[in-house]
Each structure stands twice: as C-alpha cells, then as structure tokens.
Nanobody, 116 residues
Framework: QVQLVESGGGLVQPGGSLRLSCAVS?????????MGWYRQAPGKQRELVAT???????TYADSVKGRFTISRDNAKKTVYLQMNSLKPEDTAVYYC?????????WGQGTQVTVSS
C-alpha cells in the first residue's frame, strides 16, 4: 500500500525558508505519474501549490512562483518543496499527493506557520 509521509514543517518568521519532504513507500517511484504539494489554510479550500511529473516537468501556483521550488530524488524516493521568502499568507497545512495510474494517495500533512 502506498504511503506518503511529510516532514519539515514548523514555525518560521516572514522572509524565512523551510524545506518540506515527502517520503514515498509501497510503490516504485517510477510508477508514479506525478506528485504534488497542496495546502489548506483554516476556513479555506485545499489548493494546489506545485506539481512535478515523472519526466521532471513542474508547475506552480501563481502565488508561489519564484519563491517555491519542487524537486524529486528518485533514489531516496522523496519529493521536496523548498519554500523561500515565506509570507504569513503561506500559513497552512501542507499535503503531499501522488498520482499513479487511476489512483492517488495523500499524506497526513505538515503544519507550516509563518509569523513574527
């Protein structure tokens, strides 16, 4: 069974940086068509932050372009989200998602709080 485990969240001041990790288990990472990071702030809908395909193509939400970078390390079966120049509006629970064939899986989420 596919499992995704996020880590790296925490409290950071505005302008700071964090790197989130999503460790994949239970599946050959090359069987995953695409992976993504989503976030959900209190009282808001879950929104897409960034995606990366098996070929390495990436997409970003307009709100994070130029500040966030998604990457993957196939040997470590891990996907990362480097977040720089963080803003209070980036505060949310961040979720990792994997799409493989007609299926998808979610991680449990990691809290990111940007506050002074």
């Amino acid at each position: 069974q596919v499992q995704l485990v996020e880590s790296g969240g925490g409290l950071v001041q505005p302008g700071g940086s964090l790197r989130l990790s999503c460790a994949v288990s239970g599946i050959n990472i090359f069987s995953i068509n695409a992976m993504g990071w989503y976030r959900q702030a209190p009282g808001k809908q879950r929104e897409l932050v960034a995606t990366i395909t098996i070929g390495g193509s990436t997409t970003y939400a307009d709100s994070v372009k130029g500040r966030f970078t998604i990457s993957r390390d196939n040997a470590k079966k891990t996907v990362y989200l480097q977040m720089n120049s963080l803003k209070p509006e980036d505060t949310a629970v961040y979720y990792c998602n994997a799409l493989y064939g007609p299926y998808f899986s979610w991680g449990q989420g990691t809290q990111v709080t940007v506050s002074s």
